[in-house]
């Protein structure tokens, strides 16, 4: 149920560009990391906190690789 509410999300939002998606995944992401029993957290919310600046940057370097 959560996954379709998450791309439903995804796709409504997909309206407002890459930094909403992006956002909305991070926001996602992190509820599940509360979820975690304290040891696997700290490592989960460092994973999740990369700034959409250098997700995009990184992401667009692995487009261009690809041509």
């Known amino acids: 149920m959560r996954a ?3 791309l439903l999300a995804i796709f409504f939002m997909a309206g407002c560009g890459n930094r909403a998606v992006y956002e909305n995944i991070q926001m ?3 509820r599940e990391c509360s979820k975690l029993p304290p ?6 919310m460092r ?3 990369k700034p959409y ?3 995009e940057r990184e992401r667009r370097e692995v ?3 690809r041509r």
């Open 4 to 6: 379709i509410l998450t």
């Open 28 to 30: 996602n992401k992190k």
């Open 39 to 44: 040891s696997e957290y700290e490592q989960c």
């Open 47 to 49: 994973d999740v906190n």
């Open 53 to 55: 600046d250098e997700y």
């Open 63 to 65: 487009i261009n690789g």
